[in-house]
């Protein structure tokens, strides 16, 4: 099957409900994946930017049907809350390199500390569960977990003049330790989860349903997107790779794969036509095929820059211009520049989605300032 890049969009368009199409949080197919977090409120403004109506609150913390929890490479995301087990046993290192990779040691380190990978990573489970009982600041966690590490899986800390656990492996062992993140909180609050259960061993069906999640919701894609997304080595994800659900896809000559039973919605979908401002976090934007959805790479640098992401603009499914929001008083301003001229009627559109933003936000108003 052969596709080009605006019929992909299209259908992913649809696949992630960008369409206004649900009500609930819950229901969102996004959290198949995972929604990312991070400063700005990024995953309150993938909520606002897909429910019918943006919630009054963001709909995820301790006691809420959706958690906040280190997961995917490490970094903060919104999961339901009954599905955390299951995505941490799809997240258990595969492998002595996999357990390395996800403790961003390399190979000699792990070698010097006479502790294989994986037992590293086990035990900096163990000492997480055993640290973590209430809610915990992460300085105060990393104290105590250092304190029981073996000595060689400490790292010196030039910051701090001292050696303590890595950052990465606390992040890494945090949800198959059953730990969850108290939002807007700064430094992080964990917090443990006294239901979790917790794997000892990669759980290959587990493993499998995320990497048809990631090709339901950004496909058609290849094993080596999936295996960036997920954070997982490419290496050991083909061994559990689900080719018998899948099927080949031409997305402008570049060979992909989507699940086989998506290929008639795929066939028939077609650019959308509506105007969204979303986060620069945005599961929309979190596809590893980046040139698909801005084939112009000079723009590339300006839309993912290594620190502070600005948020896009998104104009029947295509990546139109960037935003940046600022705060003074009680008012949002968001700067939008678009990358070409705009007709009217995307600006009025920018004026509306800008009010979600503020309602996302909490601001009491929202000016909206063009260029480009």
Same mark, same amino acid.
């Given at each position: 099957?052969? #596709?080009?890049?605006?019929?992909?969009?299209?259908?992913?368009?649809?696949?992630? =409900?960008?369409?206004?199409?649900?009500?609930?949080?819950?229901?969102?197919?996004?959290?198949?994946?995972? #929604?990312?977090? !991070?400063?700005?409120? =990024?995953?309150?403004?993938?909520?606002?930017?897909? /429910?019918?109506?943006?919630?009054?609150?963001?709909?995820?913390?301790?006691?809420?049907?959706?958690?906040?929890?280190?997961?995917?490479?490490?970094?903060?995301?919104?999961?339901?809350? !009954?599905?955390?087990?299951?995505? @941490?046993?799809?997240?258990?290192?595969?492998?002595?390199?996999?357990?390395?990779?996800?403790?961003?040691?390399? +190979?000699?380190?792990?070698?010097? $500390?006479?502790?294989?990978?994986? =037992?590293?990573? @086990?035990?900096?489970?163990?000492?997480?569960?055993?640290? #973590?009982?209430?809610?915990?600041?992460? *300085?105060?966690?990393?104290?105590?977990?250092?304190?029981?590490?073996?000595?060689?899986?400490?790292?010196?800390?030039?910051?701090?003049?001292?050696?303590?656990?890595?950052?990465?492996?606390?992040?890494?062992?945090?949800?198959?330790?059953?730990?969850?993140?108290?939002?807007?909180?700064?430094?992080?609050?964990?917090?443990?989860?006294?239901?979790?259960? #917790?794997?000892?061993?990669?759980?290959?069906?587990?493993?499998?349903?995320?990497? /048809?999640?990631?090709?339901?919701?950004?496909?058609?894609?290849?094993?080596?997107?999936?295996?960036?997304?997920? +954070?997982?080595?490419? $290496?050991?994800?083909?061994?559990?790779?689900?080719?018998?659900?899948?099927?080949?896809?031409?997305?402008? *000559?570049?060979?992909?794969?989507?699940?086989?039973?998506?290929?008639?919605?795929?066939?028939?979908?077609?650019?959308?036509?509506?105007?969204?401002?979303? *986060? !620069?976090?945005?599961?929309?934007?979190?596809?590893?095929?980046?040139?698909?959805?801005?084939?112009?790479?000079?723009?590339?640098?300006?839309?993912?820059?290594?620190?502070?992401?600005?948020?896009?603009?998104?104009?029947? *499914?295509?990546?139109? !211009?960037?935003?940046?929001?600022?705060?003074?008083?009680?008012? /949002?301003? /968001?700067?939008?520049?678009?990358?070409?001229?705009?007709?009217?009627?995307?600006?009025?559109?920018?004026? =509306?989605?800008?009010?979600?933003?503020?309602?996302?936000?909490?601001?009491?108003?929202?000016?909206?300032?063009?260029?480009?």
């Amino acid at each position: 099957m052969r #596709v080009d890049r605006r019929t992909v969009l299209g259908y992913r368009f649809r696949a992630q =409900q960008l369409d206004r199409s649900v009500r609930a949080p819950g229901r969102l197919r996004v959290l198949d994946i995972g #929604v990312q977090d !991070g400063a700005g409120g =990024q995953a309150a403004l993938a909520f606002a930017a897909r /429910l019918e109506a943006v919630p009054a609150a963001p709909p995820f913390g301790p006691d809420r049907p959706l958690a906040l929890a280190w997961s995917l490479r490490g970094a903060p995301y919104v999961h339901r809350r !009954g599905e955390l087990d299951r995505v @941490a046993a799809g997240l258990y290192p595969l492998s002595e390199a996999d357990a390395a990779g996800r403790l961003n040691e390399t +190979g000699p380190s792990v070698a010097r $500390a006479g502790i294989p990978a994986l =037992q590293q990573y @086990a035990l900096a489970v163990e000492v997480m569960r055993e640290v #973590v009982r209430a809610p915990v600041a992460k *300085g105060a966690a990393s104290t105590e977990a250092t304190r029981r590490l073996p000595g060689p899986m400490r790292r010196p800390c030039r910051a701090c003049g001292t050696e303590h656990i890595s950052d990465s492996a606390m992040r890494a062992a945090a949800l198959t330790a059953g730990i969850e993140l108290v939002p807007d909180t700064a430094p992080p609050v964990l917090q443990p989860r006294p239901s979790a259960k #917790v794997p000892d061993r990669a759980n290959a069906a587990a493993l499998r349903r995320l990497a /048809l999640s990631y090709l339901t919701l950004l496909g058609p894609a290849t094993q080596a997107d999936v295996a960036d997304y997920l +954070g997982v080595r490419r $290496a050991d994800l083909a061994e559990h790779w689900p080719k018998d659900e899948l099927a080949d896809v031409e997305v402008d *000559g570049r060979r992909a794969v989507l699940p086989a039973e998506l290929v008639d919605e795929l066939a028939g979908a077609e650019p959308p036509d509506a105007v969204r401002l979303l *986060g !620069g976090m945005d599961p929309y934007l979190q596809a590893r095929d980046r040139d698909v959805l801005v084939p112009d790479r000079t723009l590339h640098k300006a839309l993912w820059p290594v620190l502070g992401r600005p948020g896009v603009l998104l104009v029947d *499914g295509d990546v139109a !211009g960037i935003w940046r929001p600022k705060s003074s008083a009680h008012t /949002l301003t /968001l700067q939008v520049e678009a990358f070409a001229p705009l007709p009217p009627r995307v600006w009025s559109g920018v004026e =509306q989605e800008a009010e979600r933003i503020r309602a996302a936000r909490g601001a009491q108003r929202v000016d909206v300032k063009r260029s480009g």
